[in-house]
């Protein structure tokens, strides 16, 4: 045994080039393609720039630039742009499948060209990617972690102590998992050793939190945070916040009214000092923060009062979040009350915008800011020369109105149209 420990220690030292799990599977054409007199907006948040030409040559943005100064390849296939505006494919930072048949192939028709699940055997994507439907670019994390008794056990992977933790890490990376998510239940000893062993990796590791005080969890080195209610034991007294960790400890189930009743007491003026704290902290170990608002907007005819305040105090957390400067990601959580099926992600762009963000800093969050959250900004997240031609061609200014996102002309995905 002492002979392989430093081959294992070796092997953590080792940086995951993260890569979709079906990267084999994305048609790439061999076609150039020159979209013409379009408006690009680039993905990096500034200004749309009009009258722009972009080539594209074997899945790679390959030129860039003002329509009078690009010269059109003989060869290539030409777009008329003129009226339409360019952007980078959308990435769904939390997308779940959920044995929810073609929702993937639905999300890249609608504009999302990259996802990530949080939670899922890998080998759950199987029937999918066998069902011959173009899908997007999948970076899957695998079963989260969790300990007994798991909230979700079919989409749950047991671990029982530190070590079983990070070799539960080690083999998902093995088997292709392009991120880790750690779940609610670990303890903070064990969230410690996740983060510091996806560190070790190359890995991002995002968190769900329930019964962590997410101020202690930043602090271990995670890199995400998911969903807003994951900061509810830290807005509240010590008091309240042990009363609500026992109840969910004793039964799993008692989070679902029990963080409605929690955030629907909050007072973000009184607690101002602690509330820019966890904001602080997130900037200061750059961790992102994916709200996923539209999956905890009650239904809008609902007369659940305490629904309806909790959530209000979500939207109020979030929109003091993004003024704080913390990094948002966006993530659709695959169905939400209040969005016709397909379109969750495009509810959630327009509850940010609720938050107070603007068009521009939505797309961007969506784009750019949502590729560097799973590492992939190298590949994607931008229009910018030498990346993979992942681009959403629309009928419609976004900056003028973010609802403008479903305005789809067509969707390409490595270069390749999508039907």
């Known amino acids: 045994m002492g002979s392989c420990r430093p081959q294992i220690e070796e092997q953590h030292e080792a940086q995951i080039h993260i890569q979709p799990i079906n990267h084999a599977e994305i048609v790439t054409t061999e076609e150039t393609i020159a979209i013409q007199y379009v408006t690009v907006i680039d993905g990096r948040g500034g ?53 929810l048949r073609g929702l993937p192939h639905m999300f890249l028709k609608n504009g999302i060209t990259s996802l990530r699940d949080p939670g899922a055997w890998i080998e759950a994507y ?28 079919r989409d749950a992977l047991i671990v029982r102590d530190e070590e079983e933790v990070r070799q539960q890490i080690r083999n998902l990376a093995a088997k292709g998992a392009s991120a880790i998510k750690i779940y609610y239940r670990m303890s903070l000893g064990m969230i410690q050793a996740a983060a510091d062993e996806c560190r070790k990796l190359g890995l991002p590791s995002t968190a769900h939190l329930e019964i962590s005080d997410a101020r202690e969890v930043i602090l271990t080195g995670v890199t995400g945070i998911e969903h807003v209610t994951s900061f509810g034991l830290a807005l509240v007294p010590p008091f309240q916040a042990e009363a609500y960790k026992q109840k969910v400890l004793a039964d799993n189930n ?5 963080r409605y009743e929690m955030w629907n007491q909050m007072d973000f003026d009184t607690d101002r000092e602690n509330v820019v704290r ?27 009062s305490v629904r309806r305040g909790g959530f209000a105090k979500m939207m109020e957390f979030t929109r003091l979040a993004h003024n704080q400067g913390v990094t948002l990601a966006v993530g659709s959580h695959s169905y939400v009350p209040n969005s016709e099926y397909g379109w969750a992600y495009h ?10 963000m603007t068009p521009s800093e939505i797309i961007y969050a969506a784009t750019y800011q949502n590729a560097r959250f799973l590492k992939i900004e190298d590949q994607v997240g931008s229009i910018e020369v030498g990346k993979k031609a992942d681009l959403l061609l629309l009928n419609a200014d976004p900056y003028a109105d973010i609802s403008n996102m479903k305005a789809i002309d067509r969707v390409m995905l490595n270069g390749t149209w999508v039907e």
């Open 126 to 153: 199987g029937n999918e990617r066998r069902r011959g439907k173009t899908l997007p670019r999948l970076f899957l994390t695998g079963p989260h972690l969790d300990m007994f008794p798991p909230a979700h056990p």
């Open 347 to 356: 509810r959630e762009m327009e509850l940010l915008q609720s938050c107070a």
């Open 47 to 99: 200004e749309a720039l009009s009258g722009y030409t972009v080539i594209i040559t074997d899945g790679l943005i390959t030129e860039i630039g003002p329509s009078s100064e690009v010269m059109v390849p003989n060869q290539a296939h030409v777009i008329e742009g003129s009226g339409k505006f360019l952007l980078p494919g959308l990435i769904d930072a939390h997308f779940h499948l959920d044995l």
């Open 278 to 304: 966890i904001f602080e902290l997130m900037v200061e170990n750059n961790v992102f923060l994916c709200p996923t608002l539209a999956v905890f907007e009650p239904e809008p005819d609902s007369e659940d």
């Open 254 to 258: 008692a989070r679902r009214e029990g």
